[in-house]
Each structure stands twice: as C-alpha cells, then as structure tokens.
C-alpha cells in the first residue's frame, strides 16, 4: 500500500523559510513522480511543483518558481524548499505521488495526476 507522509509545516514571518518532507512508502522508489500541492481556505488545490524520477522532470508551476525548490534525498523522501515566505502562501500544504497513471506527465501539475495523496501539513505566514 503507498503511503505518504508530509511534515514540516509550522508558523513562519513573512520572508522566512521552510523545508517540507515527504516520505513515501509502498512502492519503488527508483521509479517515482511526486508532487507537492497547496490548498488555502476557500480556495482550490493548488499545483506547485512535481518531480519524476521515472520521467527525469522537474517541473514548476508560476507560483512555485523563483521561491521553491523540490528535491529528493534518493531513498524515500521528497523535500519542498520554500524561501522568502510570503502570507499569501499560508495553506496547507499536500504530496502526491502518482507513477501509476500513464497519463501523469500530460497532467503533471493537476491533482487528477495523482493515486495517492498524504494527510497535509499546515503553512502559516505571518505578516
């Protein structure tokens, strides 16, 4: 069964910065395509970055470009690097992991990409 775990969450100020985690279980990790969502309160779930190690991408979406970096620590873990933290980024914040869809590239940056999904970690940025 694929789990995912995401942690690191937290209450950062405005300009700070963060690392979120993402450690996945289940499946292999040498074929992977994992990517990091965000949802604020009213809003819908935002795509912000995927990395595939199946398809040798990395790819980022307008909000995630500049300010984030996604990673892999080549064992099971996946990490979201997020610096100079702005209030507008507060949400909570989810990895997906979704290798079993063979239509993931095509749809890489939308939730429908994606089988599994881990439990969320909260961001809050203060001003």
């Known amino acids: 069964e694929v789990q995912l775990q995401a942690s690191g969450g937290g209450l950062v100020q405005a300009g700070g910065s963060l690392r979120l985690s993402c450690t996945a279980s289940?499946?292999?990790?040498?074929?992977?395509?994992i990517g990091w969502f965000r949802q604020a309160p009213g809003k819908e779930r935002e795509g912000l970055v995927c990395?595939?190690?199946?398809?040798?991408?990395t790819y980022y979406g307008d909000s995630a470009k500049g300010r984030f970096t996604i990673s892999s620590d080549g064992s099971n873990t996946v990490y979201l690097q997020m610096n100079s933290l702005k209030p507008e980024d507060t949400a909570v914040y989810y990895c997906a992991e979704g290798t079993q869809r063979s239509d993931w590239y095509a749809y890489r940056t939308r939730a429908i990409a994606y089988d599994y999904w881990g439990q969320g970690t909260l961001v809050t940025v203060s001003s």
């Open positions: 990395i595939s190690n199946r398809y040798g991408n």
């Open positions: 289940g499946f292999t990790w040498n074929d992977y395509s």
